[in-house]
T-cell receptor
Framework: NAGVMQNPRHLVRRRGQEARLRCSPMKGHSHVYWYRQLPEEGLKFMVYLQKENIIDESGMPKERFSAEFPKEGPSILRIQQVVRGDSAAYFC???????????FGPGTRLTVL | AQTVTQSQPEMSVQEAETVTLSCTYDTSESNYYLFWYKQPPSRQMILVIRQEAYKQQNATENRFSVNFQKAAKSFSLKISDSQLGDTAMYFCAFLNRRPSGAGSYQLTFGKGTKLSVIP
């Protein structure tokens, strides 16, 4: 199955710890997007990356959050010093070079205790 | 900035019947796509159907079809012959095709409609 892969599916962290979320795009896709879904809400855009480049991070909180998509390996969304308000589902999506349709992974559910 | 509005928080439909979910959007862009995504209890986001703004013909995928009214900025989803597996949250989404810079290629989602299919 060459779908979008995300791991871990569930992540529990205590306040102040770091959370690392991984995303492997669909085979042949080089565009990756991260979204956050708070309970009972739709998804909100965070960041758009291509290999080794951040294209648009207009939805990313200015502090504690960072994202990368290295030449080799998965895209990483990193949240430092997590707080309870970071508890949410984080979805990764990917698209091909036409960037006309985004396909989503299963999401990572982050719980901050 | 784009906005997407889904005015029906919850809906229900009898199995085998037809249901229509509403979506309106606001944009000043001319080149864009519209989507319906489904999120079942598993929480996976599944693409249901896609519409290109420059195409007048309404998109259809099996039991799913859309009514795209560009001038009215309306994009409704019709589900025919509803099945129990259609029970899910349905999100309408807008994709701006601006080629670069902030706002490029990001999906803007509505708040969703929770659809329940009743046996």
């Amino acid at each position: 199955n060459a779908g979008v892969m995300q791991n871990p599916r569930h992540l529990v962290r205590r306040r102040g710890q770091e959370a690392r979320l991984r995303c492997s795009p669909m085979k042949g896709h080089s565009h990756v997007y991260w979204y956050r879904q708070l309970p009972e809400e739709g998804l909100k855009f965070m960041v758009y990356l291509q290999k080794e480049n951040i294209i648009d991070e207009s939805g990313m909180p200015k502090e504690r959050f960072s994202a990368e998509f290295p030449k080799e390996g998965p895209s990483i969304l990193r949240i430092q010093q997590v707080v309870r308000g970071d508890s949410a589902a984080y979805f990764c999506a990917s698209s091909g070079d036409l960037v006309d349709t985004q396909y989503f992974g299963p999401g990572t559910r982050l719980t901050v205790l | 900035a784009q906005t997407v509005t889904q005015s029906q928080p919850e809906m229900s439909v009898q199995e085998a019947e037809t249901v229509t979910l509403s979506c309106t959007y606001d944009t000043s862009e001319s080149n864009y796509y519209l989507f319906w995504y489904k999120q079942p209890p598993s929480r996976q986001m599944i693409l249901v159907i896609r519409q290109e703004a420059y195409k007048q013909q309404n998109a259809t995928e099996n039991r799913f079809s859309v009514n795209f009214q560009k001038a009215a900025k309306s994009f409704s989803l019709k589900i025919s012959d509803s099945q129990l597996g259609d029970t899910a949250m349905y999100f309408c989404a807008f994709l701006n095709r601006r080629p670069s810079g902030a706002g490029s290629y990001q999906l803007t989602f509505g708040k969703g409609t929770k659809l329940s299919v009743i046996p």
